[in-house]
């Protein structure tokens, strides 16, 4: 099995509902294993105005190639009703492949590592949660280092989690 991790969002609808279900959905997908999950974060969104986003990471030992893991993470998407017509727009569900062991990828329809994530504190800083000594491969530093260069002053964790 292949360690990976993942960023989850969601700023429409109940956000923390959706986002515990799908923990679950994921946990019980065949070939997945939910190894961790951070805690919960309230963000700013990025672009347009939209309401904040509640975002965290979890970290899969997977039984599937990244482009498997990809079509999983979407078709999860696709089952919280995620609509895709432009980018940076509000959503019930965002799922992210962020990291997939050590691999570099680039392809049409896949970048691992997630193309973003170094800028990212809502992505950085649940995943320093839960992996802080990941090593991203580009860089090939540790989660924990990076989430040192981006501002996290609009992380804030959720009470309650």
């Known amino acids: 099995m292949t360690s990976?991790?993942?960023a989850l969002g969601s700023n429409l609808?109940?956000?923390l509902a959706i986002l515990e279900a799908a923990i679950e959905v994921l946990a019980q997908t065949p070939g997945i294993v939910l190894q961790a999950k951070s805690s919960w974060y309230r963000t700013k969104a990025v672009g347009p105005p939209q309401p904040d986003y509640i975002n965290g990471t979890a970290i899969l030992k997977v039984e599937m190639v990244p482009e498997q893991l990809l079509e999983t993470l979407l078709n999860i998407e696709n089952q919280f009703g995620r609509v895709r017509r432009e980018r940076w727009e509000p959503r019930t569900l965002d799922l992210d492949l962020l990291l997939y062991?050590?691999?570099?990828?680039?392809t049409p329809k896949l970048q691992v590592p997630h193309p973003r994530m170094q800028q990212r504190a809502f992505?950085?800083?649940?995943?320093a949660e839960i992996a802080s000594d990941w090593v991203?491969?580009?860089?090939?530093r540790r989660i924990k280092e990076l989430v040192k260069d981006v501002d996290c002053t609009e992380v804030q964790l959720l009470v309650g989690n």
């Open 4 to 6: 990976s991790a993942i």
């Open 136 to 140: 991203e491969p580009i860089s090939g």
């Open 101 to 106: 062991d050590r691999l570099i990828l680039q």
């Open 13 to 15: 609808g109940d956000t």
């Open 123 to 127: 992505v950085l800083v649940p995943l």
